[in-house]
Nanobody, 116 residues
Framework: QVQLVESGGGLVQPGGSLRLSCAAS????????MGWYRQAPGKQRELVAR???????NVADSVKGRFTISRDNAKNTVYLQMNSLKPEDTARYYC??????????WGQGTQVTVSS
């Protein structure tokens, strides 16, 4: 089992920045990949960004150039730096882990609201 705790969400004006953090309850070195998904009201959950154990990343086209995913293995934490935020980025953001045995784990989510 893995517990994931997200933090860093909040209310921000358009053009602003936020950094989300996801702390895992055990070493992330054993995970195949970690990522961030988001879900807006009435919409399906979508992948925002993912980072593999080797450090390879993929980022959704809708956030490319604005969002960056990174990881700190020593802190068992993955981050999502979000810059130039837009109202359409408003959603609940979820941390996701895929273990080396293909098990998936989710955090409870953190709300991001972009509004003036």
């Amino acid at each position: 089992q893995v517990q994931l705790v997200e933090s860093g969400g909040g209310l921000v004006q358009p053009g602003g920045s936020l950094r989300l953090s996801c702390a895992a309850s055990r070493s992330i070195l054993s995970f195949y990949a970690m990522g961030w998904y988001r879900q807006a009201p009435g919409k399906q959950r979508e992948l925002v960004a993912r980072i593999s154990s080797s450090g390879n990343t993929n980022v959704a086209d809708s956030v490319k150039g604005r969002f960056t995913i990174s990881r700190d293995n020593a802190k068992n934490t993955v981050y999502l730096q979000m810059n130039s935020l837009k109202p359409e980025d408003t959603a609940r953001y979820y941390c996701n882990v895929i273990s080396n045995t293909a098990d998936q784990y989710w955090g409870q989510g953190t709300q991001v609201t972009v509004s003036s």
